[in-house]
């Protein structure tokens, strides 16, 4: 079946750091959705990766789709307090496969 | 997202007794889903429905069901539930394909 690894589970940060958050598949996947969820939120929708090697902005947050696309990470520069949460990838294996990622939990020292 | 209702939002219960946990959408979507999540362990799918006749195990099925009333509700029941149910259930809908999720904003269960 499909395996997702998600990395780190945790991190912690001093504001104005960088921060990064990999999502890994033993399958190859037919695109990779990006969610990021709150304190006391829900998890909200940020984005999705279709193509081979894709890149994504949005303001300093950068999303990669690998080559193979089997991986995927979401990076931060410079994280401000407001991008305190937990960050989960979903990966499509297609056939209906819905496993989100583990989480990365995010946290930062201001 | 205001578009994802859950009730009740929060609920206090004792072991063996029937739950239902709801879920209705304004979105127009045809599938909906319902997640638990622990601390440390994500999200889980529990049961899915592509359409109003349509219905899906996920990971962690066991010890739930699901009703898909109409296309906008979407109810999931612990007929018996017990302890190691307590966590915060999440109920989502998406369009079809590949769209983004909606959630709601979670039912948070303690079971005693």
């Known amino acids: 079946g499909q395996q997702v690894m998600q990395i780190p589970q945790y991190q912690h940060v001093q504001e104005g750091e960088d921060f990064t958050t990999y999502c890994n598949s033993s399958t190859t996947l037919s695109n990779i959705q990006w969610y990021k969820q709150r304190p006391g939120g829900h998890p909200v929708f940020l984005i999705q990766?279709?193509?081979?090697?894709e890149v994504k902005k949005q303001k300093r947050l950068t999303f990669q789709f690998g080559e193979a696309k089997k991986n995927s990470s979401l990076h931060i520069t410079a994280t401000q307090t407001t991008d305190v949460g937990t960050y989960f990838c979903l990966p499509d294996q297609g056939a209906q496969k819905l496993v989100f990622g583990q989480g990365t939990r995010l946290t930062i020292n201001p | 997202d205001a578009d994802v209702t859950q009730t009740p939002r929060n609920r206090i219960t004792k072991t063996g007794k029937r739950i239902m946990l709801e879920c209705s959408q304004t979105k127009g979507h045809d599938r909906m889903y319902w997640y638990r999540q622990d601390p440390g362990l994500g999200l889980r799918l529990i049961y899915y429905s592509f359409d109003v006749k349509d219905i899906n195990k996920g990971e962690i099925s066991d010890g739930y069901s699901v009703s898909r009333q109409a296309q906008a509700k979407f109810s999931l029941s612990l007929e018996s539930a017990i302890p190691n149910q307590t966590a915060l259930y999440f109920c989502?809908?998406?369009?079809?394909?590949?769209?983004?999720?909606?959630f709601g904003d979670g039912t948070r269960l303690s079971i005693l």
């Open positions: 990766l279709v193509k081979s090697g």
């Open positions: 989502a809908t998406s369009g079809g394909g590949n769209q983004p999720q909606h």
